[in-house]
């Protein structure tokens, strides 16, 4: 069966760019399925996204589909004929739906009966009356945020389109694609090339086509030349470029000719922290930025041109004029936030809402101040530095800077903070309060600093719990999933001897203690329904790092299960170790054995009564769960595999010598506590009979 390459290539306005990727991504995903369901063979389909296009090139696409065997089946053929032996209106309408005479029909034998079918092979369609509707299905059905439409039409897009290109073998298929016919025709680059339409040949040969009207529609193809010419031109100025992966992937979404150019900005200006700068040269102006090698910031910024100009040094000088007054407007802010002190701006936090029910940030640092210092004291820090941090770490918010550049929020609280004369711990721990930002991000590196942002986190979590807001599958504004595992990760990554059941029943308690909140539940529920929601969201995470869920479920079903999560992360690494040790099934084996016992037995826990201890192995086994028990209680959780392990012996020779369920009803009842005991102290290290082989 002949085959070749297809090429589509769609062109529209200016696409937005944090969309571009995902579209082109979404639109290669689709077509391919769609092709699959109508059954036209290809090898692979390669998707390319400029600002102005999307293009797919689907490679050896079969030029017909096979040939269609279709199957139908029919009512039952004692339905499908009356008495007389005439069709029957079911029989009728089936043969009727296939096109058929009822006599054409054939029979299917099965073991509840005789059924009419209809079976028939056609040959299969030619890809080319299929792949319009095909290509259209699949970029109509991309999930779009706000699609628009243009002109007269209703087709819808993203932004509106201009062209529609398809080709096969290097021949144009005639079709429509949204709502435009196609040609073999494209645009170039807007500004470099000639304004004039050029021809498509070979989709073997787009991306060299494009090139030679100044387009590179690669997108990993233009992101390596942005990184290169970033790194040579940092090189000429002698600096290193710091590139965020998200900006270079906006800045290759933006162009479709990359060159990178270099400006310069008052050196003045360095006397504003440099996380200003660069949030203004970021965020606004999309530059990327110079560090010496000491690390700290130069005046020089990078920037990349959708156009090769033949006067780049015009173009650098707008950019430089541009970028002037937006650092000028960041060092009036810096200057005009000095004139009042954090601690000032506390009352002014009143008139900033938290949350409707939760009240305003002001009432938040109080709580999160009290729950700093309570950490801190379990700790054995300083709860005063705590307190201190915890009550101005939301200060900034007023600051004008802050609500010019939001994502300098608790980094201008720490600047600030030095400036009023706040002690370096203080003012440490509110520039890490916010830390961390992003699932698997940077953790504040100072024991205040850690104590202040679990106290943050804990705070909004308990809050919305206690008002009935917690977060569900498709809802998570306050990001709560987030903000549990981020204090859960300072907790373990930084060793932290914290119970956060213990914190989470102090924040509680001062909700409880605020008139104001009017809190859904008591303290106690509140407490365990905040504690059970972050150990899920704990059990979900060690999951994803590759711990088996049955040893995570075996020790929280244990009574060595702690909400020290430093404690708790050493003993799963404990029985995850023990998990693969040569001992572990037949201590499994055993746990599992007593536990399905006991299953059967409504008997509660009894003492042993050692008078009547009739066999060895029952004196034996009892003196060992014993000496034991003991062992156990001056030794570390790691330690208490390898007394499991010893006494396991003991536990095979005490089922192969001694019959627990005993006619004897009193000598049975006292084997049941024997087994009780044994429980009792395989739960004491974790629930074996939850591990799997």
């Keep these: 069966m002949h085959s070749a390459d297809l090429l589509v290539e769609i062109g529209t306005e200016e696409l937005p760019p944090r969309l571009l990727m995902s579209t082109a991504q979404a639109f290669a995903t689709r077509l391919g399925k769609a092709l699959d369901d109508a059954h036209l063979a290809n090898d692979e389909i390669s998707y390319y996204a400029t600002p102005r296009r999307l293009a797919l090139v689907v490679r050896n696409l079969a030029e017909t589909q096979p040939e269609q065997h279709d199957v139908r089946h029919g009512p039952a053929v004692s339905a499908s004929f009356g008495q007389d032996g005439q069709p029957t209106k079911a029989a009728l309408g089936f043969a009727r739906s296939c096109g058929v005479d009822v006599s054409e029909l054939g029979r299917l034998e099965t073991d509840k009966g005789q059924w009419l079918q209809y079976e028939a092979t056609r040959p299969g369609e030619p890809m080319t009356t299929l792949i319009g509707?095909?290509?259209?299905?699949?970029?109509?059905?991309?999930?779009?945020?706000?699609?628009?439409r243009w002109g007269s039409a209703r087709t819808e897009f993203i932004r509106p389109v201009h062209w529609a290109a398809l080709l096969y073998d290097g021949n144009t298929?005639?079709?429509?694609?949204?709502?435009?016919?196609?040609?073999?025709?494209?645009?170039?680059?807007?500004?470099?090339?000639?304004?004039?339409?050029?021809?498509?040949?070979q989709a073997s040969s787009y991306l060299e086509t494009l090139r030679s009207h100044y387009v590179i529609a690669d997108p990993a193809e233009r992101r390596s030349m942005i990184e290169h010419q970033l790194g040579q031109l940092a090189i000429e100025h002698g600096g290193n470029v710091v590139i965020d992966p998200a900006l270079l992937d906006e800045v290759t979404a933006l162009v479709e000719w990359p060159v990178t150019l270099a400006g310069r900005f008052d050196p003045d200006f360095l006397t504003v922290p440099q996380e200003v700068l660069v949030s203004a040269m970021k965020k606004h102006q999309r530059y990327f930025h110079l560090q010496s090698d000491d690390g700290g910031l130069m005046p020089v910024f990078l920037f990349v041109a959708n156009i090769a100009s033949t006067h780049p040094e015009a173009v650098v000088a707008g950019n430089e004029r541009v970028i002037s007054p937006r650092l000028a407007d960041a060092r009036f802010f810096?200057?005009?936030?000095?004139?009042?002190?954090?601690?000032?701006?506390?009352?002014?936090?009143?008139?900033?809402?938290?949350?409707s029910e939760l009240g305003s940030y002001e009432a938040k640092v109080r709580r999160v101040s009290d729950l700093s210092a309570h950490a801190a004291r379990a700790l054995g820090q300083n709860p005063e530095d705590a307190q201190r941090a915890g009550l101005l770490c939301k200060c900034d918010l007023v600051t004008d800077m802050v609500d010019e550049f939001p994502d300098l929020q608790g980094i201008m609280g720490g600047y600030y903070a030095t400036l009023d004369g706040e002690n370096e711990v203080v003012s440490r721990a509110i520039t890490e309060h916010y830390l961390p930002v992003q699932s698997?991000?940077?953790?504040?590196?100072?024991?205040?600093?850690?104590?202040?942002?679990?106290?943050?986190?804990?705070?909004?979590?308990?809050?919305?719990?206690?008002?009935?807001?917690?977060?569900?599958?498709?809802?998570?504004?306050?990001?709560?999933?987030?903000?549990?595992?981020?204090?859960?990760?300072?907790?373990?990554?930084?060793?932290?001897?914290?119970?956060i059941q213990d914190l989470v029943n102090r924040a509680a308690e001062v909700y409880a203690s605020d008139e104001r909140i009017k809190l859904k539940q008591d303290p106690n529920?509140?407490?365990?329904?905040?504690?059970?929601?972050?150990?899920?969201?704990?059990?979900?995470?060690?999951?994803?790092?590759?711990?088996?869920?049955?040893v995570f479920r075996a020790l929280r079903r244990g009574d060595s299960f702690t909400t020290d999560l430093h404690a708790l992360d050493g003993r799963l690494v404990a029985l995850q170790?023990?998990?693969t040790h040569e001992s572990a099934p037949a201590v499994v084996a055993g746990n599992k054995r007593v536990t399905n016992i006991l299953r059967d037995s409504a008997l509660e826990a009894p003492e042993?009564?050692?008078?009547?201890?009739?066999?060895?192995?029952?004196?034996?086994?009892?003196?060992?769960?014993?000496?034991?028990?003991?062992?156990?209680?001056?030794?570390?959780?790691?330690?208490?595999?390898?007394?499991?392990?010893?006494?396991?012996?003991?536990?095979?020779?005490?089922?192969?010598?001694?019959?627990?369920?005993?006619?004897?009803?009193?000598?049975?009842?006292?084997?049941?506590?024997?087994?009780?005991?044994?429980?009792?102290?395989?739960?004491?290290?974790?629930?074996?009979?939850?591990?799997?082989?």
């Excluded at 509707?133 to 628009?148: K, V, W, Y």
């Excluded at 298929?173 to 040949?201: V, Y």
């Excluded at 809050?463 to 306050?478: A, E, K, N």
């Design 525 to 550: 529920s509140l407490v365990d329904a905040v504690v059970d929601y972050m150990i899920e969201r704990l059990e979900v995470a060690y999951t994803d790092r590759g711990l088996p869920v049955e």
């Design 173 to 201: 298929i005639e079709a429509r694609i949204l709502d435009l016919p196609t040609s073999d025709q494209s645009f170039g680059h807007r500004f470099m090339d000639s304004g004039t339409t050029f021809t498509l040949g």
């Design 577 to 579: 170790s023990f998990h």
């Design 334 to 355: 810096f200057q005009q936030d000095q004139r009042l002190s954090l601690a000032s701006r506390l009352d002014n936090l009143q008139k900033v809402v938290f949350q």
């Design 133 to 148: 509707d095909i290509i259209n299905g699949a970029i109509t059905g991309i999930s779009i945020e706000r699609a628009m």
């Design 608 to 693: 042993i009564d050692k008078q009547m201890l009739s066999e060895p192995a029952e004196h034996t086994l009892v003196k060992e769960i014993e000496r034991v028990s003991d062992l156990m209680n001056a030794s570390t959780y790691d330690q208490s595999f390898d007394l499991i392990a010893e006494i396991q012996p003991v536990i095979d020779e005490y089922f192969e010598a001694v019959m627990v369920m005993s006619d004897d009803v009193k000598t049975r009842n006292n084997r049941l506590a024997t087994l009780h005991q044994l429980r009792s102290l395989y739960l004491s290290v974790a629930d074996f009979a939850a591990l799997q082989w």
């Design 440 to 499: 698997g991000g940077d953790l504040p590196a100072s024991a205040i600093g850690a104590c202040v942002s679990i106290a943050d986190k804990l705070d909004t979590l308990v809050g919305l719990f206690g008002i009935g807001q917690p977060p569900t599958g498709s809802r998570d504004p306050f990001a709560l999933r987030r903000q549990a595992l981020g204090a859960m990760r300072i907790c373990i990554e930084h060793k932290l001897d914290l119970d």
